[in-house]
């Protein structure tokens, strides 16, 4: 039996820095992969994205006797179901990247307020967080786009309200726990600012955690997105997503299978791997997982 002098700890007090595993680095290929398709789609579209050929509609894919013409077949419309899905994965990437970042700011700059303010401000921003956990994003956004209807800019509105309260709590902890810390007392005692200290000594150390909270959000807020397209009430026609994709695809899924295969395929494909980076990051960036 080895002894305990036997065992090395790291240099970096104590820290594992874990290895990417294969399954972790296939996701992490794929969500560069996605990135890729996302920025490049004018480029990677064999045919326009709403380009319609009724004598071509219902083709099959390539491997299933198709034409070489459409390598993933052709829609009801006849337009190419490879050329939509790229351009889908673009219109929904975009979308939840850019409601997670508007959740990410909002919700860590009223983590930020409750933790300095403390008192009545860290109570109200806190009952707010605690009814937006106690009411389902979905519903929520449903119940807004009755009210206002669809406008692509207050979808990614309600595409971001997905998990801002996770970051309003994950921040206030941390700012709470820094702001104890002998630095940031020596930086106050030396009449730094509040915003000083705030941007340029709390932010900085926080920011880590703040990352990977988003990668563990981000899945929720694809699903998000492609739930209410897939219902009607995200994006429209001429435009396309993959919930879009997904939805018109139902109606054909006994004689038509790949219009809604694929870019299910894709929706399943994007939030695994991002959910799987995700926690490796986690596991990287967590302190009770570093140490042995």
């Not at 990668?215 to 009430?233: K, R, V």
Request: glycine content about 10%; aromatic content about 8%; proline content about 4%.
């Amino acid at each position: 039996m080895a002894s305990l002098d036997a065992v090395s700890l790291p240099a970096s007090g104590g820290r594992l820095h874990r290895p990417m595993s294969p399954v972790v680095g296939l996701s992490a290929g794929f969500l560069a992969a996605v990135v890729v398709v996302a920025l490049l789609a004018d480029w990677l579209a064999p045919i326009h994205y709403t380009t319609q050929n009724l004598a071509a509609r219902l083709k099959p894919p390539l491997f299933e006797s198709g034409g070489v013409t459409h390598w993933l077949g052709t829609d009801q419309l006849g337009r190419d179901i490879l050329s939509r899905l790229i351009f889908a994965i673009r219109t929904s990437i975009l979308i939840a990247v850019l409601g997670t970042l508007i959740g990410a700011v909002f919700g860590t700059l009223l983590g930020f307020l409750a933790a300095r303010c403390r008192g009545l401000v860290d109570q109200a921003i806190m009952m707010a967080v605690d009814a937006q956990a106690a009411i389902p994003a979905l519903f929520l956004a449903l119940t807004m786009l009755a009210f206002f209807g669809n406008n692509i800019l207050l979808f990614i509105v309600l595409v971001s309200i997905d998990g801002w309260d996770r970051y309003t709590r994950l921040a206030r902890g941390l700012v709470i726990s820094e702001q104890e810390s002998d630095y940031i007392n020596a930086v106050e005692g030396l009449g730094a600012s509040t915003a000083r200290v705030m941007l340029g000594h709390l932010l900085p150390n926080i920011v880590a955690a703040l990352v990977v909270q988003a990668t563990l959000n981000f899945p929720g807020t694809i699903l998000l997105e492609t739930s209410l397209s897939f219902l009607g009430l995200g994006v429209q026609p001429p435009e396309t997503s993959l919930g879009l994709m997904l939805g018109e695809g139902r109606r054909y899924l006994l004689n038509a299978w790949w219009i809604a295969v694929f870019p299910g395929l894709a929706i399943f494909l994007t939030t695994l791997s991002m959910s799987l980076f995700g926690d490796w990051l986690r596991d990287r960036f967590d302190p009770t997982t570093q140490r042995t």
